[in-house]
């Protein structure tokens, strides 16, 4: 590992043995598409950077996997940076109390998603980013790559046919990307649109590239790596670890709060990014889910951290 050690390390490789004996016992691998389906269930990672950047990481915490919705954290970022407050007359803050994957309030609520973190409000967010980097003849899918490769310090890529099957499947965000054109919030075309929501969800990260990713969270904003130019704004960078307190994990919010007590975000690849505000950031990945959509042994891995460590919000 390039970055020295951190002393966490053996609180890693304490949670690794106390879960090793569960994997493959409960719970169930995103079976919607094919590449996702076919990932052994029997894996379990995880990886912290500090503050000051030391970095741990124990299991398979250098095995490349689907980030999905982990990207939504991601995208709301580069929205953030790029817009300001304009963001929020689209798309709200509210958790929604639903699964990920919703219709049911974008009628009620003519066509403004809750908060990012659903599909819905992250398809609003990936329509923002396109008519961003087309006002400047760019593409937001280079934006996103550009960003997910400086924060890591390294190259990262989209898995294709994950893209292209997400594509194929996805009838459902289909939906709630046309319905929100319907009620005229979203202002690109469609096809374009979920273009990149599609390969977002398709990014292939490591816990390890995701724990360094994410830590401008724990630093107000500052880059992980150089510390300028920063990431984002430190009252930018409160918000986003509001939000995902409140809505990083859909319906289970409430519950990660009581259990967990730290901001989380999540996706159906199984992975998840806590923050500890001020000292570190961390990535559990197992790819077997619980019935709302979260990694079933990274939510265990995540609780037994705070536990151990006494690290929380609250
Ligand atoms: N690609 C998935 C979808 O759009 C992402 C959902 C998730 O990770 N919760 O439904």
Redesign the pocket.
Known sequence: MSSKTSKFQPVLDEIVATLRPQLGQGGKV?S?IPALARVDARQFGIALRTCEGEEAGAGDFETPFSI???S?LFTLTLAMQRMGDALWERIGREPSGNP??SLVQLENEQGKPRNPFI?AG?IAVADRLVSQARASGGSAKTDILALMSSLCGEPIAFDDEVARS?ADT?F??IALANFMKSFGKIDNDVETVLDT??NQ??LRMSCRQLARAAAFLCRDGAHPIDGEPEVTGERQTRRINALMLTCGT?DAAGDVAFSIGLPCK????GGIVAVVPDRLTLCVWSPALDAT?NSLLGMKALELFVTRTGLSVF
């Open positions: 995103a919607y999905q919705s982990v939504k990920f994957n599909n992250a997400e996805g459902r965000n929501y599609f969800c398709a859909y999540s996706g159906v690849g959509g």
